[in-house]
């Protein structure tokens, strides 16, 4: 299973719970080797293949090289998430330029892209292989549009959307399951890359806490969709206080 943007937050929390479920995984990250190192190392401990793979998503020859690299290493590729996402400074739509917007679409929206194609081309039974699974890690701003932080971030998300609903249509014949994941408030580090560290306490967590990557709400929620029992064209979102619907295995769904 390839995790992009795995060194830390919803992805290094994924590729903990890929391993003990019983995948082998490739840890993909841009620059944080020793986080990287650290979650390849908790894959190891129980019992799975891993490696770190240092790539930026945002660049094509990275992915093709994350890609063959997993060829040569881990083996046939049957699981993607597509997690890797930045967001910049909060700010209005009326202070963006161009260079920002394109950084941000880059990563959030070529990157998926590109790793989305990279995996379509091993797994599926059109090219001669074996069907597998993508998940698309995308946001609730995606369907609010984070007025005054980050519209720009939200707009990306929902291009995420996009892509997962058309992937999906596309390959469902081909062997491979197409899902989205639309993580609500999360307590990663990504809150201090828009410059608020205390974003979650402002926004009021739910009585129940703030979602945390360890207590396995959108790792988890990863994981069902790259499960066999998952349906085509769904997006799930992190939601509490509801009850488990056990036919989609989550808590929320739409089509």
Avoid: W
Wanted: hydrophobic content about 40%; some cysteine; overall charge positive.
């Amino acid at each position: 299973m390839v995790i992009t943007g795995a060194s830390r937050g919803i992805g290094a929390a994924t590729a903990r719970l890929a391993a003990e479920r019983g995948h082998d995984v490739c840890v993909n990250f841009r620059t944080n080797e020793a986080a990287a190192a650290a979650v390849v190392a908790d894959v190891r401990a129980a019992g799975r293949r891993a490696i770190a793979v240092q790539a930026d998503v945002a660049s094509e020859p990275d992915v093709v090289r994350l890609f063959e690299t997993v060829d040569a290493t881990v083996g046939v590729v049957a699981g993607l998430v597509n997690n890797a996402g930045i967001l910049e400074g909060q700010t209005r739509v009326e202070h963006m330029d161009a260079a920002r917007i394109s950084r941000v679409f880059a990563t959030n929206v070529t990157g998926a892209f590109l790793c989305a194609r990279e995996a379509v081309r091993r797994m599926s039974n059109r090219h001669g292989g074996r069907g597998g699974a993508i998940v698309n890690v995308s946001s609730r701003a995606a369907v609010l549009g984070a007025p005054g932080e980050y519209v720009d971030y939200a707009a990306s998300k929902a291009a995420l959307d996009a892509l997962t609903i058309g992937l999906s249509r596309e390959v469902a014949g081909e062997g491979i399951r197409v899902n989205g994941v639309r993580a609500g408030i999360i307590d990663t580090g990504i809150h201090a890359s828009g410059g608020e560290p205390g974003r979650v306490a402002r926004l009021g967590p739910p009585a129940d806490g703030a979602g945390r990557p360890g207590c396995r709400g959108c790792s988890r929620r990863s994981l069902v969709a790259l499960g066999r029992g998952f349906l085509h064209d769904r997006h799930v979102h992190r939601r509490r206080r509801r009850p488990m619907n056990s036919r989609l295995t989550t808590r929320s769904a739409e089509r």
